[in-house]
T-cell receptor, first 114, second 115 residues
Framework: AQKVTQAQTEISVVEKEDVTLDCVYE???????LFWYKQPPSGELVFLIR??????QNEISGRYSWNFQKSTSSFNFTITASQVVDSAVYFC???????????FGKGTRLHILP | GAVVSQHPSRVICKSGTSVKIECRSL??????MFWYRQFPKQSLMLMAT?????????EQGVEKDKFLINHASLTLSTLTVTSAHPEDSSFYIC???????????FGPGTRLTVT
């Protein structure tokens, strides 16, 4: 069965520090998709990235970067030079190719302190 | 980009009444829509999957007679919470799968409060 684990429930860092959010997943499929979403206090989910299982290249988008390692079943997310506006709950999620269901991890609540 | 809307964004209803939440895909046809529930400070839990024109498939533990889902068109799915109780108070989020690109897009959510 598919599963997503975000071991960090809550993280607080001071503005401008770098922070990494961990995500470990389980799946029996060879083809799958990994996602990260941001959920600010408004509640609306903001899509950040999708990665398919055949693409292990790391991705960088501005201050955001993602490290996908199939060997450890991890898909970690790093924010460099964090800002107060980055404060939100971040969800890692998984979808297996056989299925349309997106399964979410429990989320990591990130507090960026001024 | 693809847009999914939900209506209403917030609703307060009295215990025992029913409330309907709409999920619309505004610029694409959604062959499949999904309904999630999120309790405060918790994750999104999939409730059901609905395909246009057919009955919804409910996840284990979700009462299909309590959470009625209708997906009568390729752009609209509705979730009706029947005989709502305070424990049904939650944030309900839908997502819609684009029939062409197979991408999924999430709606902004509906906050339900049952008093």
């Amino acid at each position: 069965a598919q599963k997503v684990t975000q071991a960090q429930t809550e993280i607080s860092v001071v503005e401008k520090e770098d922070v990494t959010l961990d995500c470990v997943y389980e799946t029996r499929d060879t083809t799958y998709y990994l996602f990260w979403y941001k959920q600010p206090p408004s509640g609306e989910l903001v899509f950040l990235i999708r990665r398919n299982s055949f693409d292990e290249q790391n991705e960088i988008s501005g201050r955001y970067s993602w490290n996908f390692q199939k060997s450890t079943s991890s898909f970690n997310f790093t924010i460099t030079a964090s800002q107060v506006v980055d404060s939100a709950v971040y969800f890692c999620a998984l979808r297996e190719d056989r299925d349309d269901k997106i399964i979410f991890g429990k989320g990591t609540r990130l507090h960026i302190l001024p | 980009g693809a847009v999914v809307s939900q209506h209403p964004s917030r609703v307060i209803c009295k215990s025992g009444t029913s409330v309907k939440i709409e999920c619309r895909s505004l610029d694409f046809q959604a062959t499949t829509m999904f309904w999630y529930r999120q309790f405060p400070k918790q994750s999104l839990m999939l409730m059901a999957t609905s395909n246009e024109g057919s009955k919804a498939t409910y996840e284990q533990g979700v009462e299909k007679d309590k959470f009625l889902i209708n997906h009568a068109s390729l752009t609209l799915s509705t979730l009706t919470v029947t005989s709502a109780h305070p424990e049904d108070s939650s944030f309900y989020i839908c997502s819609a799968k684009d029939g062409r690109s197979y991408e999924q897009y999430f709606g902004p959510g509906t906050r339900l409060t049952v008093t």
